[in-house]
Each structure stands twice: as structure tokens, then as C-alpha cells.
């Protein structure tokens, strides 16, 4: 029996509908939601996915603004229009498109950012508020995966959960969103030994390394939840993801598609933060 799609775009248009209704409650105590995208350089990727974000903004009501640099700007410079996106008080949330040229340094232009309009949860200071259980800003590609759990009412409580990948942006921040709704859960990577076995124990696998059929039939339990965060293309040049996607729904209970699964999810969750540093700014914020 083939397992049941997640449907990411279903649950990102009703995220979406959300935001918008919530947003057109804060507009009537006078304030807008505002959202700065910052791309520096011509990046084919990196121009598709900032003009959805912005779209989606659009949609859903917020302010929405689009900042193109060349790639021959400097560090300071866009580290300074940072800092003035900061100030201004129209704009909630700052966020700056990676990847950025090579020779800036990612990791300082992400600390740059106010971590009260950190919108895409990469600031330090809102990973040790994931780390220690504070408010914060989720990045938003695990909590969109946190949002598909929930909605096909997946109760974590003492489930054996692996995470396949370790990095700062979906990896890590996907585990300790695991463990928060009480998991047991296993971090996997390239020095893992033998990845099978790990993830023959677990009811939710999340498969996020950027590596194609990194997840096969035979290393899935029967009727787990596979959530595939990848994005990669096979030999035709179509989308997929990290999962073999034909064998692994063979045997998974649950399963997200690439595409229409974890990506609009991510953009959904985008626009809930920035939502929620607008309610945040505004003294309005309440937490579910």
C-alpha cells in the first residue's frame, strides 16, 4: 500500500490564508507588516526564490520590498544598508539572500541582521533561544517540516525520530524541534557508520543533505513518516529530493513530494515570522 502524500502546497495556501486574515487584523490597529529581501549578486536560484518570497508577501498583505545589488558590492556596504534596515521601523523583518559573493563573510552579515527581524532564524540569538526552549524565530525549513507533522496529527512524544544532515540552517535546528515535542532522536551525517541501521528504528526520518536517493526503500521502517527536505535534480533534469521517492512510498505510512512539499512550506513559514515580528514590535504578539 502506497504511502499518503503530505501535501505541502495544500498547507502552505492555508498557512498563507492564515497570515493574511491575522495581517489584516494588524493593519487595522495601523501597522503593516514589512519584509526587506536583500540579494546581492545575479544568482539564477537565488533570483527564483526571492521573487516568490516577495510574491507571497505581497499576497498574504505585508510590505514587501526587493533590494538588488551587484555582486561588487562590499561587506560594509551591505553590511550598512543592514544596519539601517534595522532602524527602520516599517520593516519587521531582514533578510538577506543566501548565498552572498564569495568574498563576504556569510556568518557576520547574518549576526548583522537584529535578531528581534532575524525572519529567517540564522542570528545566533535565535538558536540558542531554540536551544534553550525561549521565544525566537524558527529558521523556517524545519518549522515548516514541524508544521507537516502537525497536520497529519503525527504526536512525536517517544518516537524514535533521525535527521539525516547536520547543518546550521535545517539539520540541527530540525533536531532540537524534535526534541522539544519529546522525540528520541538521532542526528546522522556523512561520518555516520552505517545510516541503514539508524534509520531502520526510526518512525520519522527527515532526509536533508542535498543528496540524491540518500534514503532507499530497504532503510525505511514500514509505515514511518518521511519528510524530504532535498532539492536536487535527477538524469531528465526534473526536481527531486534526497528520498527515492517511487520505493521509499512503497513502505513509508507518510510521505512529503519534491516538489510541492517542504519547499512551499518553507516560503509559509517565512511569512508567519514575519508576521510575528510585526505583532511582536507591535505588543500584540501571543504564542499558540
Same mark, same amino acid.
Given at each position: 500500500?502506497?504511502?499518503?502524500?503530505?501535501?505541502?502546497?495544500?498547507?502552505?495556501?492555508?498557512?498563507? @490564508?492564515?497570515?493574511?486574515?491575522?495581517?489584516?487584523?494588524?493593519?487595522?490597529?495601523?501597522?503593516?507588516?514589512?519584509?526587506? &529581501?536583500?540579494?546581492?549578486?545575479?544568482? +539564477?536560484?537565488?533570483?527564483?526564490?526571492?521573487?516568490?518570497?516577495?510574491?507571497?508577501?505581497?499576497?498574504?498583505?505585508?510590505?514587501? &520590498?526587493?533590494?538588488?545589488?551587484?555582486?561588487?558590492?562590499?561587506?560594509?556596504?551591505?553590511?550598512?544598508?543592514?544596519?539601517?534596515?534595522?532602524?527602520?521601523?516599517?520593516?519587521?523583518?531582514?533578510?538577506?539572500?543566501?548565498?552572498?559573493?564569495?568574498?563576504?563573510?556569510?556568518?557576520?552579515?547574518?549576526?548583522?541582521?537584529? +535578531?528581534?527581524?532575524?525572519?529567517?532564524?540564522?542570528?545566533?540569538?535565535?538558536?540558542?533561544?531554540? $536551544?534553550?526552549?525561549?521565544?525566537?524565530?524558527? +529558521?523556517?525549513?524545519?518549522?515548516?517540516?514541524?508544521? $507537516?507533522?502537525?497536520?497529519?496529527?503525527?504526536?512525536?512524544?517517544?518516537?524514535?525520530?533521525?535527521?539525516?544532515?547536520?547543518?546550521?540552517?535545517?539539520?540541527?535546528?530540525?533536531?532540537?524541534?524534535?526534541?522539544?515535542?519529546?522525540?528520541?532522536?538521532?542526528?546522522? #551525517?556523512?561520518?555516520?557508520?552505517?545510516?541503514?541501521? #539508524?534509520?531502520?528504528?526510526?518512525?520519522?526520518?527527515?532526509?536533508?543533505?542535498?543528496?540524491?536517493? &540518500?534514503?532507499?526503500?530497504? $532503510?525505511?521502517? +514500514?509505515?514511518?513518516?518521511?519528510?524530504?527536505?532535498? $532539492?536536487?535534480?535527477?538524469?531528465?533534469?526534473?526536481?527531486?529530493?534526497?528520498?527515492?521517492? @517511487?520505493?521509499?512510498?512503497?513502505?513509508?505510512?507518510?510521505?512529503?513530494? &519534491?516538489?510541492?512539499?517542504?519547499?512551499?512550506?518553507?516560503?509559509?513559514?517565512?511569512?508567519?515570522?514575519?508576521?510575528?515580528?510585526?505583532?511582536?514590535? @507591535?505588543?500584540?504578539?501571543?504564542?499558540?
Amino acid at each position: 500500500m502506497s504511502a499518503q502524500l503530505i501535501d505541502g502546497n495544500a498547507l502552505a495556501k492555508s498557512i498563507r @490564508a492564515d497570515v493574511a486574515r491575522r495581517c489584516a487584523a494588524l493593519k487595522a490597529k495601523g501597522v503593516t507588516p514589512g519584509l526587506a &529581501v536583500i540579494l546581492v549578486g545575479d544568482d +539564477p536560484a537565488s533570483q527564483v526564490y526571492v521573487k516568490h518570497k516577495v510574491n507571497d508577501s505581497h499576497e498574504a498583505g505585508l510590505h514587501s &520590498v526587493l533590494e538588488r545589488y551587484p555582486a561588487t558590492m562590499s561587506e560594509s556596504e551591505l553590511l550598512a544598508r543592514v544596519e539601517a534596515l534595522n532602524r527602520d521601523p516599517a520593516i519587521h523583518g531582514v533578510l538577506v539572500q543566501l548565498p552572498v559573493p564569495r568574498h563576504m563573510d556569510a556568518g557576520q552579515i547574518i549576526k548583522a541582521i537584529s +535578531p528581534a527581524k532575524d525572519v529567517d532564524g540564522f542570528h545566533v540569538a535565535s538558536a540558542g533561544a531554540l $536551544m534553550i526552549g525561549q521565544p525566537g524565530f524558527w +529558521p523556517c525549513t524545519p518549522y515548516g517540516c514541524m508544521k $507537516m507533522l502537525e497536520a497529519i496529527g503525527c504526536d512525536l512524544r517517544g518516537k524514535n525520530a533521525v535527521v539525516i544532515g547536520r547543518s546550521n540552517i535545517v539539520g540541527k535546528p530540525m533536531a532540537l524541534m524534535l526534541l522539544a515535542k519529546n522525540a528520541t532522536v538521532t542526528i546522522c #551525517h556523512s561520518a555516520t557508520r552505517d545510516l541503514k541501521a #539508524h534509520t531502520l528504528q526510526a518512525d520519522v526520518v527527515v532526509a536533508a543533505v542535498g543528496k540524491r536517493n &540518500v534514503l532507499t526503500a530497504d $532503510m525505511v521502517k +514500514p509505515g514511518a513518516v518521511v519528510i524530504d527536505v532535498g $532539492m536536487n535534480r535527477n538524469d531528465e533534469g526534473k526536481l527531486c529530493g534526497d528520498v527515492d521517492f @517511487a520505493g521509499v512510498r512503497e513502505v513509508a505510512g507518510w510521505i512529503t513530494p &519534491v516538489p510541492g512539499g517542504v519547499g512551499p512550506m518553507t516560503r509559509a513559514m517565512l511569512l508567519v515570522n514575519t508576521l510575528e515580528a510585526a505583532e511582536r514590535a @507591535a505588543g500584540v504578539y501571543r504564542a499558540d
